[in-house]
Protein backbone atom coordinates (compact mmCIF):
# COMPACT_ATOMS: atom_id res chain seq x y z
CA UNK A 1 0.00 0.00 0.00
CA UNK A 2 3.02 2.56 0.94
CA UNK A 3 4.33 2.08 -2.96
CA UNK A 4 0.42 2.95 -3.68
CA UNK A 5 0.21 6.65 -4.93
CA UNK A 6 -3.57 6.50 -4.77
CA UNK A 7 -3.10 5.29 -0.93
CA UNK A 8 -1.45 7.30 2.13
CA UNK A 9 -1.13 5.35 5.39
CA UNK A 10 -1.76 7.28 8.34
CA UNK A 11 0.39 5.72 11.39
CA UNK A 12 0.98 6.43 14.94
CA UNK A 13 2.49 4.71 18.14
CA UNK A 14 -0.03 2.42 19.78
CA UNK A 15 -1.83 2.47 22.73
CA UNK A 16 -1.08 -0.69 23.26
CA UNK A 17 0.59 -4.20 24.65
CA UNK A 18 0.45 -7.28 23.39
CA UNK A 19 1.20 -9.98 25.96
CA UNK A 20 1.57 -14.21 27.12
CA UNK A 21 -0.49 -14.56 30.30
CA UNK A 22 1.10 -17.16 32.31
CA UNK A 23 -1.54 -18.51 34.98
CA UNK A 24 0.16 -18.33 38.42
CA UNK A 25 -2.94 -20.49 39.67
CA UNK A 26 -1.80 -24.08 37.63
CA UNK A 27 2.49 -25.30 38.01
CA UNK A 28 4.81 -24.38 36.91
CA UNK A 29 3.65 -21.06 36.67
CA UNK A 30 3.03 -20.48 40.35
CA UNK A 31 7.18 -20.43 40.92
CA UNK A 32 8.03 -16.99 40.02
CA UNK A 33 11.65 -18.72 38.95
CA UNK A 34 9.36 -20.52 35.80
CA UNK A 35 8.27 -17.26 34.70
CA UNK A 36 11.29 -15.87 34.54
CA UNK A 37 12.51 -18.49 32.68
CA UNK A 38 10.04 -18.35 30.14
CA UNK A 39 10.94 -14.30 30.08
CA UNK A 40 14.89 -15.40 29.12
CA UNK A 41 13.64 -17.99 26.37
CA UNK A 42 11.89 -16.36 24.21
CA UNK A 43 13.17 -14.04 21.73
CA UNK A 44 10.86 -11.12 21.19
CA UNK A 45 13.30 -9.12 18.55
CA UNK A 46 12.53 -12.75 16.63
CA UNK A 47 9.05 -12.24 16.83
CA UNK A 48 9.23 -8.20 15.98
CA UNK A 49 10.86 -8.85 12.65
CA UNK A 50 8.92 -12.29 11.45
CA UNK A 51 5.58 -11.12 12.45
CA UNK A 52 5.50 -7.09 13.39
CA UNK A 53 8.09 -5.82 11.06
CA UNK A 54 8.54 -1.64 11.31
CA UNK A 55 5.08 -2.03 12.70
CA UNK A 56 6.29 -2.96 16.21
CA UNK A 57 8.57 -2.49 19.32
CA UNK A 58 9.62 -5.00 22.21
CA UNK A 59 7.66 -4.69 24.71
CA UNK A 60 9.13 -4.85 28.58
CA UNK A 61 6.17 -3.10 30.46
CA UNK A 62 2.40 -3.75 30.72
CA UNK A 63 2.39 -0.08 29.30
CA UNK A 64 3.10 1.14 26.11
CA UNK A 65 6.26 3.92 26.19
CA UNK A 66 4.04 7.22 24.70
CA UNK A 67 2.19 6.79 28.68
CA UNK A 68 2.50 8.57 31.04
CA UNK A 69 4.92 7.15 34.22
CA UNK A 70 6.37 4.46 31.84
CA UNK A 71 9.48 3.22 33.29
CA UNK A 72 12.06 3.69 30.81
CA UNK A 73 14.67 2.77 33.80
CA UNK A 74 13.84 -1.08 33.72
CA UNK A 75 16.12 -3.62 32.26
CA UNK A 76 14.60 -5.64 29.78
CA UNK A 77 14.83 -9.83 30.46
CA UNK A 78 17.44 -10.77 27.62
CA UNK A 79 17.18 -13.60 25.12
CA UNK A 80 19.25 -15.94 27.57
CA UNK A 81 18.04 -19.71 26.88
CA UNK A 82 21.08 -21.05 29.78
CA UNK A 83 19.57 -18.66 32.12
CA UNK A 84 16.33 -20.13 31.07
CA UNK A 85 17.68 -23.53 31.80
CA UNK A 86 19.87 -22.38 34.65
CA UNK A 87 16.01 -21.54 36.67
CA UNK A 88 13.97 -24.20 35.29
CA UNK A 89 16.49 -26.25 37.29
CA UNK A 90 16.43 -24.59 40.49
CA UNK A 91 12.49 -24.62 39.93
CA UNK A 92 12.67 -28.30 40.13
CA UNK A 93 12.47 -28.86 36.30
CA UNK A 94 15.64 -29.85 34.85
CA UNK A 95 14.22 -31.81 31.79
CA UNK A 96 11.52 -28.58 31.56
CA UNK A 97 7.98 -29.66 31.55
CA UNK A 98 4.54 -29.59 29.27
CA UNK A 99 2.34 -26.54 28.99
CA UNK A 100 -0.41 -25.58 26.68
CA UNK A 101 -0.15 -22.19 24.62
CA UNK A 102 -3.39 -20.35 23.76
CA UNK A 103 -3.16 -18.21 20.44
CA UNK A 104 -5.95 -15.96 19.69
CA UNK A 105 -7.95 -17.04 15.92
CA UNK A 106 -7.95 -13.50 15.32
CA UNK A 107 -5.70 -10.54 14.58
CA UNK A 108 -5.96 -7.54 16.44
CA UNK A 109 -3.74 -4.26 17.05
CA UNK A 110 -1.10 -5.74 19.44
CA UNK A 111 -1.32 -8.93 17.68
CA UNK A 112 -1.55 -9.13 13.74
CA UNK A 113 -0.74 -13.36 13.81
CA UNK A 114 -0.99 -14.96 16.66
CA UNK A 115 -0.46 -18.29 15.38
CA UNK A 116 2.84 -17.10 13.68
CA UNK A 117 3.82 -15.63 17.43
CA UNK A 118 2.72 -18.90 19.14
CA UNK A 119 5.08 -20.93 16.55
CA UNK A 120 8.16 -19.28 17.32
CA UNK A 121 7.57 -19.44 20.78
CA UNK A 122 6.97 -22.74 20.71
CA UNK A 123 10.28 -23.14 18.85
CA UNK A 124 12.19 -21.27 21.83
CA UNK A 125 10.14 -23.16 24.34
CA UNK A 126 11.40 -26.67 22.76
CA UNK A 127 15.15 -25.34 23.33
CA UNK A 128 15.15 -25.40 26.74
CA UNK A 129 12.87 -28.54 27.04
CA UNK A 130 9.47 -26.92 27.28
CA UNK A 131 7.06 -28.81 24.82
CA UNK A 132 4.24 -26.34 24.37
CA UNK A 133 0.60 -27.51 22.59
CA UNK A 134 -0.67 -24.72 20.74
CA UNK A 135 -4.35 -24.30 20.92
CA UNK A 136 -6.98 -22.19 19.91
CA UNK A 137 -10.81 -21.86 19.76
CA UNK A 138 -13.03 -19.23 17.92
CA UNK A 139 -12.76 -16.01 19.16
CA UNK A 140 -15.82 -15.66 22.08
CA UNK A 141 -14.74 -19.12 23.15
CA UNK A 142 -11.13 -18.30 23.88
CA UNK A 143 -12.18 -15.13 26.11
CA UNK A 144 -14.62 -17.14 27.68
CA UNK A 145 -11.84 -19.77 28.35
CA UNK A 146 -8.91 -17.42 29.22
CA UNK A 147 -11.48 -15.32 31.73
CA UNK A 148 -12.43 -18.44 34.03
CA UNK A 149 -8.56 -19.94 33.56
CA UNK A 150 -8.87 -23.07 31.82
CA UNK A 151 -5.50 -22.53 29.57
CA UNK A 152 -1.67 -22.12 31.28
CA UNK A 153 -0.12 -19.71 28.78
CA UNK A 154 -2.48 -17.63 26.73
CA UNK A 155 -2.05 -14.56 24.50
CA UNK A 156 -3.89 -11.26 24.72
CA UNK A 157 -3.19 -7.93 24.89
CA UNK A 158 -4.90 -4.50 25.96
CA UNK A 159 -5.50 -1.20 23.74
CA UNK A 160 -5.99 1.53 26.74
CA UNK A 161 -9.64 3.16 27.34
CA UNK A 162 -8.83 6.56 28.01
CA UNK A 163 -4.89 7.46 28.54
CA UNK A 164 -4.39 6.84 32.33
CA UNK A 165 -1.93 4.34 33.73
CA UNK A 166 -4.62 2.66 36.09
CA UNK A 167 -6.90 1.57 32.99
CA UNK A 168 -3.45 -1.26 31.92
CA UNK A 169 -2.57 -1.72 35.42
CA UNK A 170 -5.62 -2.17 37.54
CA UNK A 171 -7.67 -3.50 34.89
CA UNK A 172 -5.44 -6.22 33.60
CA UNK A 173 -3.34 -6.66 36.41
CA UNK A 174 -5.07 -6.02 40.23
CA UNK A 175 -6.20 -8.56 42.27
CA UNK A 176 -10.24 -7.71 41.99
CA UNK A 177 -9.23 -8.39 38.10
CA UNK A 178 -8.17 -11.48 38.76
CA UNK A 179 -12.01 -12.36 39.92
CA UNK A 180 -13.59 -14.43 37.29
CA UNK A 181 -15.04 -13.53 34.65
CA UNK A 182 -10.95 -12.43 34.80
CA UNK A 183 -9.55 -8.96 32.90
CA UNK A 184 -5.74 -10.71 35.07
CA UNK A 185 -5.84 -13.49 32.87
CA UNK A 186 -2.43 -14.61 34.69
CA UNK A 187 -4.87 -14.91 37.88
CA UNK A 188 -1.50 -13.37 39.35
CA UNK A 189 -2.59 -11.83 42.87
CA UNK A 190 0.82 -9.60 44.53
CA UNK A 191 -0.37 -7.61 47.72
CA UNK A 192 2.39 -4.84 47.37
CA UNK A 193 1.91 -4.42 43.48
CA UNK A 194 -1.93 -3.89 44.15
CA UNK A 195 -1.40 -1.45 47.33
CA UNK A 196 0.51 0.41 44.85
CA UNK A 197 -1.81 1.00 42.14
CA UNK A 198 -4.96 1.39 44.40
CA UNK A 199 -3.04 4.12 46.13
CA UNK A 200 -2.34 5.54 42.88
CA UNK A 201 -5.97 5.22 42.05
CA UNK A 202 -6.78 7.31 44.99
CA UNK A 203 -5.02 9.86 44.73
CA UNK A 204 -5.06 13.04 43.05
CA UNK A 205 -1.42 14.25 42.63
CA UNK A 206 -0.40 12.99 39.65
CA UNK A 207 3.67 13.22 40.09
CA UNK A 208 2.93 10.59 43.23
CA UNK A 209 0.82 8.95 41.02
CA UNK A 210 3.68 8.58 38.42
CA UNK A 211 6.01 7.43 41.32
CA UNK A 212 4.04 4.88 42.44
CA UNK A 213 3.15 3.29 39.08
CA UNK A 214 6.65 3.34 38.20
CA UNK A 215 7.54 1.31 41.42
CA UNK A 216 4.95 -1.10 40.58
CA UNK A 217 6.49 -1.67 37.08
CA UNK A 218 9.15 -3.01 38.82
CA UNK A 219 7.29 -5.38 41.09
CA UNK A 220 5.59 -6.63 37.71
CA UNK A 221 8.95 -7.01 36.13
CA UNK A 222 10.63 -8.90 38.92
CA UNK A 223 7.55 -11.12 39.35
CA UNK A 224 6.30 -11.74 35.66
CA UNK A 225 3.77 -12.76 35.33
CA UNK A 226 3.75 -12.35 31.34
CA UNK A 227 6.13 -12.09 28.48
CA UNK A 228 5.53 -8.71 27.33
CA UNK A 229 5.49 -9.20 23.42
CA UNK A 230 5.11 -6.34 21.67
CA UNK A 231 3.33 -2.56 21.64
CA UNK A 232 2.49 -2.27 17.74
CA UNK A 233 2.24 0.73 15.77
CA UNK A 234 -1.15 1.41 14.23
CA UNK A 235 -1.88 2.11 10.52
CA UNK A 236 -4.45 2.89 9.13
CA UNK A 237 -4.61 3.30 4.90
CA UNK A 238 -6.64 6.10 3.30
CA UNK A 239 -7.52 7.45 0.10
CA UNK A 240 -5.12 10.14 -0.90
CA UNK A 241 -8.43 12.46 -1.09
CA UNK A 242 -8.89 11.66 2.37
CA UNK A 243 -8.04 14.80 4.73
CA UNK A 244 -8.12 15.46 8.47
CA UNK A 245 -8.75 11.82 9.53
CA UNK A 246 -6.89 11.49 13.07
CA UNK A 247 -5.94 7.99 14.96
CA UNK A 248 -7.58 8.28 18.54
CA UNK A 249 -5.21 6.04 20.86
CA UNK A 250 -8.26 4.44 22.06
CA UNK A 251 -9.17 3.29 18.81
CA UNK A 252 -12.22 4.97 18.30
CA UNK A 253 -12.42 5.93 14.53
CA UNK A 254 -13.99 9.50 14.34
CA UNK A 255 -15.10 11.39 11.20
CA UNK A 256 -16.31 14.93 12.55
CA UNK A 257 -13.89 16.48 10.74
CA UNK A 258 -12.75 14.46 7.92
CA UNK A 259 -13.23 16.11 4.40
CA UNK A 260 -12.86 14.79 0.64
CA UNK A 261 -10.41 16.50 -1.55
CA UNK A 262 -11.92 16.89 -5.08
Do not use: C
Not at 4 to 25: C, H
Not at 159 to 175: C, E, K, R, Y
Amino acid sequence: MAADSNIELIQQPGLNVGYIAMNNDKEPFDDKRVRQAMNYAINRQEIIDAVYGSAGQVAKNPLPPTMWSYNDDIDPYPYDPAKARELLAEAGYPDGFSTDLWAMPVARPYNPNARRIAEIVQADLAEIGVEAEIVSYDWGTYLDRTDTGEHQMAMLGWTGDNGDPDNFLFVLLSIPAAVVPAGNIAFWRNEEFNDLIVEAKQTFDQDKRDSLYRQAQVIFNEEAPWVTIAHSVVTVPARSNVKGFVIYPTGKRVFQRVWLEQ
